[in-house]
């Protein structure tokens, strides 16, 4: 998806529920969040340009969108979430993929001589993982 298209749907959505864009609210992208955003994607491999203008055209480009963003997360009580989240957390799809590989272990030749109870263990470590999303 494209980011027109999402606008698209961000703003039609809106549109459905009947509301007006909030255009007043705090910045979710203040320069130091920008610069630490910035760093995390050059630190995962992505190609980010940083030029004079940079931040600028991210925060033109928002504009386009966070107002309704804002609306609808007000109407819909799901506040936004930040750009870059101060309390990291395990994605659910690490949990099911532990566990799934547990299980393809425990089946396997080599994994027979694990007792139940350490499966059991495992399983109920891995499930009493606590994610917030």
Same mark, same amino acid.
């Given at each position: 998806?494209?980011?027109?298209?999402?606008?698209?749907?961000?703003?039609?959505?809106?549109?459905?529920?009947?509301?007006?864009?909030?255009?007043?609210?705090?910045?979710?992208?203040?320069? $130091?969040?920008?610069?630490?955003?910035?760093?995390?994607? @050059?630190?995962?491999?992505?190609?980010?340009?940083?030029?004079?203008?940079?931040? $600028?055209?991210? @925060?033109?480009? @928002?504009?386009?969108?966070?107002?309704?963003?804002?609306?609808?997360?007000?109407?819909? @009580?799901?506040?936004?979430?930040?750009?870059?989240?101060?309390?990291?957390?395990?994605?659910?799809?690490?949990?099911?993929?532990?566990?799934?590989?547990?299980? $393809? $272990?425990?089946?396997?030749?080599?994994?027979?001589?694990?007792?139940?109870?350490?499966?059991?263990?495992?399983?109920?470590?891995?499930?009493?993982?606590?994610?917030?999303?």
């Amino acid at each position: 998806m494209t980011f027109a298209m999402a606008r698209h749907a961000l703003v039609d959505l809106a549109q459905i529920f009947r509301r007006t864009p909030i255009n007043n609210g705090p910045d979710r992208l203040p320069p $130091e969040r920008y610069a630490q955003l910035y760093e995390l994607l @050059r630190e995962s491999g992505v190609k980010v340009c940083l030029d004079d203008h940079s931040m $600028e055209r991210l @925060r033109e480009m @928002r504009a386009l969108y966070e107002g309704y963003a804002r609306a609808l997360s007000d109407y819909l @009580r799901m506040p936004l979430p930040p750009w870059i989240s101060d309390r990291p957390h395990k994605d659910s799809w690490l949990a099911v993929a532990k566990l799934r590989a547990r299980t $393809e $272990e425990a089946n396997s030749p080599l994994g027979e001589a694990r007792t139940m109870t350490e499966i059991s263990q495992t399983i109920a470590r891995l499930m009493d993982d606590h994610h917030e999303f």
